[in-house]
T-cell receptor, first 117, second 113 residues
Framework: GAVVSQHPSWVICKSGTSVKIECRSL??????MFWYRQFPKQSLMLMAT?????????EQGVEKDKFLINHASLTLSTLTVTSAHPEDSSFYIC?????????????FGPGTRLTVT | AQSVTQLDSHVSVSEGTPVLLRCNYS??????LFWYVQHPNKGLQLLLK??????LVKGINGFEAEFKKSETSFHLTKPSAHMSDAAEYFC???????????FGGGTRLMVKP
């Protein structure tokens, strides 16, 4: 149980284009989803927290107009990187949490590697 | 505020020898602590977690960690390393709601044959 998937697992896009990454909780309802970014050989940094049906809360320094997060259902959150640039190339990882069930643990997806050329 | 320090960025052991990955934390409340493993280009897999129950926590794949409040440590150990243990390991501290995870910098474990 508690499986989280991400799609795509990797994507290459050209500079200036937008790319959407999906995060799905496959066997539980994710009231809250988190998006992290990981640069090569570095740790994970929280980008934003989204609650189903609400606007995402972004961490300091993360551009909300560049990283659009939608959490329209209890099983799906999307991260759209708009007008991508090479510096946006990174490994993006989502996690999901079911607060309705009183569970605090975050379950992580397998990650999406974004390369912007 | 909370923080996590993984004392070694790289650890190299020989197959069959013990593993010790060190982690110190700071937190202004009773924390929850986790160890995650990440294989190359993969997501995070939970090894074990401490949530104020037994101070010695046993996880998957033979790993265990001991919560020592007096030392603010949560070191990860394994009696005998396998080649498959080679990966990046993250020590993580969480607030009581599990909403704010703070990651350590990671420790890359290398296992020599």
């Amino acid at each position: 149980g508690a499986v989280v998937s991400q799609h795509p697992s990797w994507v290459i896009c050209k500079s200036g284009t937008s790319v959407k990454i999906e995060c799905r909780s496959l066997d539980f309802q994710a009231t809250t989803m988190f998006w992290y970014r990981q640069f090569p050989k570095q740790s994970l940094m929280l980008m934003a927290t989204s609650n189903e049906g609400s606007k995402a809360t972004y961490e300091q320094g993360v551009e909300k107009d560049k990283f659009l997060i939608n959490h329209a259902s209890l099983t799906l959150s999307t991260l759209t990187v708009t007008s991508a640039h090479p510096e946006d190339s990174s490994f993006y990882i989502c996690s999901a949490q079911n607060r309705l069930a009183g569970l605090t643990e975050q379950y992580f997806g397998p990650g999406t590697r974004l390369t912007v050329t | 505020a909370q923080s996590v320090t993984q004392l070694d960025s790289h650890v190299s052991v020989s197959e069959g020898t013990p593993v010790l990955l060190r982690c110190n934390y700071s937190s202004s409340y009773s924390p929850s602590l986790f160890w995650y493993v990440q294989h190359p280009n993969k997501g995070l897999q939970l090894l074990l977690k401490y949530t104020s129950a037994a101070t010695l926590v046993k996880g998957i794949n033979g790993f265990e960690a001991e919560f020592k409040k007096s030392e603010t440590s949560f070191h990860l150990t394994k009696p005998s390393a396998h080649m498959s243990d080679a990966a990046e390991y993250f020590c993580v501290v969480s607030d009581t709601g599990g909403n704010m995870l703070t990651f350590g910098g990671g420790t890359r474990l290398m296992v020599k044959p």
